[in-house]
């Protein structure tokens, strides 16, 4: 890549890390439910509950980062490292159920500062029309770390149940907290600016209510997030309760979710180009709905596999659409509020996960599946409406100008 020897040093780091971090989220996130069954208390249910929880905490964190970012700089980056660290630390003292289930909930909120603070400071370091180029760079980096994540769980024969992943985790996470220090010392660089306009939870809930618009995109939001947004944790608990002898396939269906994105990302955007955001929305709905029954009817690993790579098409239909959908109604000089707003239809990761394990322990896994994928394709009905209620105010606007 010849782009990379034009990177600043910083984000060269940032980029390494992003793919680092990633790889051990791989090797943690798809038996995270597993691990917490296995040494907690809690059922099926409570523990999609409080990992739901974390989901509430870091989007506190996500708004709280963006201020932060402009007022301790570079400090904010680092804590969050240096916290998150010890927080994963934590998970391996596997005795006490009760930290295990406060450090679940703590560590959204520290990773969450984390990301607006690195997206504005590769922003400060890149020349504007490299910027997107780095995005998508680290991006990729980000999958691909994910992807391997758990094919190296395996190859080191690590168990779902193992507290190794969380040592592996603290080491990187504190080098690269370290390391980042170093390098931000030694260019001086304090502050972090190219924010766009910072938004409060109160500014956001404001935009909302008097936007019906937004208020429509972002229920279609909530629904998509309900499904989407932690279904790891969906698959985890299924796995747990219902195929206790496919635990071992779980590591292999997130490679093949990230390889998936890293494979097809680049074509699938130049054929979403050619089409609205509605229309990627509706076709990347009808995939990932497909995806999620195939999950309820998969006996083997083949079938398993086949129902992640179609859930993972419509993921890439969906997640890039939703935003063009929300910045074609965002007016410029309140951006940062209409995308603050967006972050609160992550308290769809809040109910997600404590709805399935509901659902998984009460009926059974048809149910389940069944019931995620109606809320799924019902998100298309209010993005559907929202996009009818904004041509026709665009065109009542129209009318009254010409007149």
Not at 75 to 91: N, Q
Not at 274 to 281: A, D, E, G, I, N
Not at 350 to 379: A, D, H, K, Q
Request: proline letters at 2%.
């Amino acid at each position: 890549m010849s782009e990379w020897k034009e990177y600043h040093p910083v984000v060269k780091i940032m980029i390494i890390g992003a793919f680092l971090t990633h790889l051990v989220d791989g090797m943690i996130v798809p038996y995270f439910a597993i691990y917490l069954g296995k040494y907690t208390n809690l059922s099926i249910a409570e523990i999609g509950f409080i990992i739901g929880a974390s989901s509430i905490t870091a989007m506190f964190g996500g708004f709280l980062g963006g201020t932060l970012s402009d007022l301790i700089g570079r400090k904010v980056m680092i804590s969050s490292l240096f916290l998150s660290a010890f927080i994963l630390l934590g998970f391996a003292f596997q005795s006490f159920g009760i930290l295990l289930i406060i450090l679940t909930v703590v560590k959204g909120f520290t990773l969450s500062l984390f990301d607006p603070c690195s997206k504005a400071l590769i922003g400060d370091l890149t020349e504007s029309d490299k910027r997107m180029k780095v995005f998508s760079v680290t991006y990729f980096c980000r999958n691909l770390g994910f992807a391997i994540g758990p094919i190296i769980g395996i190859i080191l024969g690590l168990q779902v149940t193992s507290a190794a992943p969380f040592y592996i985790a603290f080491g990187i996470f504190l080098s690269y907290s370290l390391i980042l220090n170093i390098l931000l010392k030694k260019y001086n660089i304090q502050r972090i600016s190219g924010q766009q306009e910072n938004s409060s939870i109160r500014s956001s809930i404001k935009a909302v209510s008097k936007d019906k618009v937004l208020l429509l995109f972002l229920i279609g939001g909530l629904l998509f997030t309900t499904v989407y947004g932690q279904f790891s944790v969906t698959l985890s608990q299924y796995f747990y309760q219902d195929f206790k002898s496919g635990i071992e396939f779980l590591g292999i269906l997130w490679s093949a979710h990230s390889l998936t994105i890293i494979v097809l990302s680049i074509p699938f955007s130049k054929f979403m180009e050619k089409r609205t955001p509605l229309q990627s929305v509706v076709i990347g709905t009808l995939l990932s709905s497909a995806g999620i029954i195939g999950f309820a009817f998969s006996l083997n690993l083949f079938t398993f596999i086949l129902s992640m790579v179609v859930f993972t098409m419509g993921e890439i239909f969906l997640i890039p659409a939703q935003y063009a959908i929300i910045d074609e109604i965002t007016p410029n000089h309140i951006r940062g509020t209409y995308y603050g707003a967006v972050s609160l239809t992550s308290l769809g990761s809040f109910f997600g996960p404590w709805l399935s394990g509901f659902l998984l322990s009460e009926f059974n896994s048809y149910i389940m599946f069944l019931f995620l994928t109606v809320i799924s394709l019902s998100s298309v009905v209010f993005y559907y409406w929202g996009n009818r209620l904004n041509v026709t105010e665009k065109t009542i606007k129209e009318t009254k100008i010409s007149m």
